[in-house]
């Protein structure tokens, strides 16, 4: 079993910069992606970054040159940045990761809300 706790969320005027992180614990031989969804109310939830554990990143087109995903294998983290953010950019954000043969796990979410 794996446990993911988020942190960073918050409130946060139009224009600012929040910095979410994902911790990973438990019992798994390797974090293989870790990824960022988000979901607004009455909206679908979207990928808003991933980081495979080959390399590269992917960002979904809103977020794309704002948000920056980021990995420290070490810590069994993956954190989000995020800059000039908009009012369209709240949401609650939940961190998703795959470990060994492809067991996925997700979050509990953190409230992202930005004010205009």
């Known amino acids: 079993q794996v446990q993911l706790v988020e942190s960073g969320g918050g409130l946060v005027q139009a224009g600012g910069s929040l910095r979410l992180s994902c911790v990973a614990s438990?019992?798994?031989?390797?974090?293989?992606?870790m990824n960022w969804y988000r979901q607004a109310l009455g909206k679908q939830r979207e990928l808003v970054a991933g980081?495979?554990?080959?390399?590269?990143?992917t960002y979904g087109e809103p977020v794309k040159g704002r948000f920056t995903i980021s990995r420290d294998n070490a810590k069994n983290t993956v954190y989000l940045q995020m800059n000039t953010l908009t009012p369209e950019d709240t949401a609650v954000y939940y961190c998703n990761v795959y470990v060994d043969y492809g067991k996925e796990y997700w979050g509990q979410g953190t409230q992202v809300t930005v004010s205009s």
């Open positions: 980081s495979p554990s080959g390399g590269g990143r």
């Open positions: 438990g019992t798994f031989f390797r974090i293989n992606a």
